[in-house]
């Protein structure tokens, strides 16, 4: 991946929705993301802007099988994720979520495995990751930022972890946050609930740099220039190796990520979390509000 092929133009190839089949093309376009090539570097995109890239199964699905793509192609150098639209991600689909509401607790475990092997995956992708975020990221959004090796925000991005006002927790996503942010960044986050600003996000580790939306595109191309001076093999190694000094490896997380579904599973069905579920979908404050 030389300096130009960081900036190389876009093929315009669109197949049908649902083409996808092997190798991903330039521009193939699935229901639920959006995946382009630009000379090394595979640029993926959330691609449910009109409910703010939110999350359902055909999303984590579908970017699961993405990554995975590229982490085996060895003509991929960097991948770039970033959002259609006004959003990074805002977290977790309405319907989704209705759906999770009257699901049981075997049922919610499994969904949120699926979200753990996204996860996972892009942790531990054996290329360098970039997010490239503008407008919301909230919740799972937020998990994907910190699950990426660097992360470049706009200045008007907002950020939230707000489960706790659903009587939920963010179980599946905790991994990464703690430790983007650090221990005591999260509890604060976690426990409050609150919304932070770009600002703030990097203050605390979220991101690495916040710069002008109108100039997010030219700093995410000047990170990717650095990377392409870099060796491939040595990025790999470099990668394990600041995850393994961590300690961090990929059996430990994956007994993490079912503990931490096991959790999600229980709040999810518990008295608490189905009173914090009905009112946010019933658009009213839950009853510990008073």
Known sequence: MGDASALA???????????????????????????????????????????????????IAELTTALVDAGRDNAVRALVLTGSGASFSAGADLNWM????GASEDENREDSLRLAALLRTLQFLPKPTIARVHGAAYGGGVGLIAACDIAIGAEGAKFGLT??????????ISPYVVAAVGARQARRLFVSGEIFDAAEA??????HRVVPADGLDEAVDFTLKLLAKAGPQ???????????MAGIDQ???GRIDSDNAELIARLRVS????EGLGAFLDKRAPSWTG
């Open 251 to 253: 059996q430990n997380a």
């Open 9 to 59: 133009p876009v093929k315009e190839h669109r197949p049908q929705v649902g083409s996808y089949n092997g190798r991903l093309s330039q521009g193939a376009l699935m229901s639920a993301i959006l995946v382009t090539d630009r000379g090394t570097v595979r640029h993926i995109a959330l691609n449910r802007p009109d409910v703010h890239n939110a999350f359902d199964d055909g999303l």
């Open 271 to 274: 008295d608490e979390g189905q």
């Open 163 to 172: 489960e706790v006002k659903l009587g939920l927790v963010p179980a599946v």
């Open 234 to 244: 040595a990025q790999r190694e470099a990668k394990q190796l600041a995850l393994r």
């Open 202 to 207: 990097c203050r605390i580790g979220l991101l």
């Open 98 to 101: 209705r759906g999770m509401a």
